[in-house]
């Protein structure tokens, strides 16, 4: 079975200034990806980044970068240079590559407030 | 290029109705999943399927849930008789691949049951 958890709750992060949310997860496969969804108060989802569990660098977009630690199981977020529309719910999820299909499976969500 | 669709995007009903909520997927896209969310329990996967055919309904929470895909352009989630405690958005998601790559989510059918 999948789990995934972020330990964090709730963040607060100036303006500007970066912020890595946590996320961990546990699987006994050895394919899977790991992924970053964004949900803002309007409600919809918003994929972030992906980080397949073979990929040896770690992955970026723009102001997203994973940081992947597989002996870890570990797959933060870390947002550079924080805005105000950053202010969301922020999901890790996995998807395991075994099987005939696999679902994604998410935490329990990181709620990240941007300040002035 | 058109997303995932959701239909209603907002219903209000009441208790003992039967509701029924639709997914148009993107076109090409062979995984459709079906999750619920709310404040007490997040999102939890009810069911997906890949191909049309149901691959796991374990999180379906009842015999009034019922899920469909008679298409791979269409999918319908049905609850009956709705209750109370159904209330949530109602997230519809597909994906291109049966393993991978990322789901592409609808904007959610907000569901209250008075």
């Known amino acids: 079975a999948q789990k995934i958890t972020q330990t964090q709750p709730g963040m607060f992060v100036q303006e500007k200034e970066a912020v890595t949310l946590d996320c961990t997860y546990d699987?006994?496969?050895?394919?899977?990806?790991l992924f970053w969804y964004k949900q803002p108060s309007s409600g919809e989802m918003i994929f972030l980044i992906y980080?397949?569990?073979?990929?040896?660098q770690n992955a970026t977009e723009g102001r997203y970068s994973l940081n992947f630690q597989k002996a870890r199981k570990s797959a933060n977020l870390v947002i550079s240079a924080s805005q105000l529309g950053d202010s969301a719910m922020y999901f890790c999820?996995?998807?395991?590559?075994?099987?005939?299909?696999?679902?994604?499976?998410f935490g329990t969500g990181t709620r990240l407030q941007v300040t002035l | 290029d058109a997303g995932v669709i959701q239909s209603p995007r907002h219903e209000v009903t009441e208790m003992g109705q039967e509701v029924t909520l639709r997914c148009k997927p993107i076109?090409?896209?062979?995984?459709l999943f079906w999750y619920r969310q709310t404040m007490m329990r997040g999102l939890e996967l009810l069911i997906y399927?890949?191909?049309?055919?149901?691959?796991?309904d374990s999180g379906m929470p009842e015999d009034r849930f019922s899920a469909k895909m008679p298409n791979a352009s269409f999918s319908t989630l049905k609850i009956q008789p709705s209750e109370p405690r159904d209330s949530a958005v109602y997230f519809c998601?597909?994906?291109?691949?049966?393993?991978?790559?990322?789901?592409?989510f609808g904007e959610g059918s907000r569901l209250t049951v008075l």
């Open positions: 399927f890949n191909n049309n055919v149901p691959i796991d």
């Open positions: 999820a996995m998807r395991s590559y075994t099987g005939t299909a696999s679902k994604l499976t």
């Open positions: 076109s090409g896209h062979n995984s």
């Open positions: 980080q397949g569990s073979y990929d040896e």
């Open positions: 998601a597909t994906a291109q691949g049966s393993h991978t790559g990322e789901l592409f």
């Open positions: 699987t006994s496969d050895q394919s899977y990806g």
